[in-house]
């Protein structure tokens, strides 16, 4: 009897495999880019610099049980322009991925373009964003029709000799009562420990974001325009240097606006308060990811872009951005591009409004 129970088990196991083998798909991506970005202006909270950069991220894996799961492998090659092959970063991606109509769970290292919207600038800057296009560690998702969540984890530097152990956790959900209305939050808690064999001087340190808002879609009320939408919410920031073991709490108002009209945009972003990164000086970004204009009680950021080409592979735009706070003006002017392509974008290139998604900007 137990000799047949266990060919039974062996024999739906082989089924099982099978069935899964026999429903696998090889699959494949490829992500890339490329930005200039000249910053001029008053070198007070960040230099005066020229980014250019191009971006290459393959991808290529294995799907099983109709695309439910996947195990992709590849590599984020980042290579500054006009110095050869120097300063180059190569970023490792692989990750095993469950997709269903509810839920999206990515574990590894896995592109940050996974996120339902991509982290804002107060909590990540323009510049770490080029340089850092990976989540290392954890992405899970919840979607609904009336809005969604998502938890990332992201360890961001291992503990060695030499290096700081640091890891942050994200949490973003919104909730939308109306088709006009919507309600969400978001929740970074950002960790810098010590090195393995700390010097006397070092101290662990926390950073904790929270952020309530609420959001207009104001479109049907404009119908000149393609897009407008406002958002509004309180911004407090938690901070603590352990070494004094004194929490600073400084908070302020974040207000966002964005419109477009067929190729052109602008974004308004505003933010007034108290300093949000008290220990930025003292830190800088291995603790405050964010943009260091956030140090200003009152900062004004305004995009104005266009598009120059786009459909569901590529976006090509040029902006230009003024920053402004009491101490400091700087003005950058920035084209960007991305393309992107799949095996299922590639096998359904014809249909251009189901992968709409694709246009979003991402630099």
């Known amino acids: ?21 026999a429903q696998q798909q090889f699959v494949w991506s490829i992500d890339a880019g490329s ?20 971006r290459l991220s393959p991808e290529v894996g294995i799907s099983l049980l109709g695309g439910k799961h996947r195990i992709m492998g590849g590599v984020s090659w980042y290579q500054p322009l006009g110095n050869g092959w120097k300063g180059y970063k190569l970023s490792p991606t692989v990750y095993y991925s469950y997709v269903s109509p509810s839920w999206r769970i990515s574990l590894g290292m896995l592109p940050r373009t996974q996120l339902i919207e991509q982290l804002p600038t107060v909590l990540m800057s323009d510049s770490l964003r080029y340089t850092e296009p990976n989540i290392r560690g954890a992405l899970i998702q919840y979607l609904h029709r009336s809005g969604f969540m998502e938890l990332a984890l992201d360890w961001r530097s291992l503990q060695t000799d ?31 420990a010590k090195t393995s064999n700390p010097t006397p001087d070092q101290n662990v340190n926390d950073d904790i974001t929270v952020n309530p808002y609420v959001g207009l879609d104001l479109a049907r009320f404009t119908p000149q325009l393609d897009s407008l939408t406002v958002r509004a919410g309180i911004m407090l920031q938690l901070e603590r240097d352990r070494g004094t073991g004194a929490w600073q709490k400084p908070y302020g108002l974040i207000v966002d606006a964005t419109a477009e009209w067929r190729f052109l945009g602008i974004d308004e972003h505003l933010y007034v308060g108290k300093n949000l990164f008290p220990l930025y000086p003292k830190y800088g970004s291995l603790l405050n990811m964010g943009d260091p204009n956030y140090q200003a009680k009152v900062y004004s950021r305004t995009n104005v872009r266009a598009y120059i080409f786009r459909n569901q592979f590529m976006n090509l735009y040029a902006s230009l951005d003024f920053h402004y706070t009491p101490d400091a003006f700087t003005f950058w002017q920035k084209i960007a591009l991305r393309v992107y392509i799949d095996n299922d974008l590639w096998s359904d290139r014809r249909n251009k409004v189901a992968h709409s998604q694709y246009l979003s900007r991402y630099y």
């Open 162 to 192: 030499t290096q700081r152990e640091a890891f942050s956790v994200y949490f973003h959900g919104r909730w939308n009562p109306t088709w006009a209305l919507w309600l969400g939050g978001r929740l970074q808690v950002n960790h810098l």
């Open 1 to 21: 009897m137990f000799n047949r129970l266990i060919s039974l088990v062996a024999a739906v196991c082989m089924a099982a495999a099978i069935h899964a083998l």
């Open 35 to 54: 930005v200039f970005e000249n910053r001029e202006g008053d070198d007070y909270y960040s230099p005066d610099q020229t980014i250019t950069f191009t």
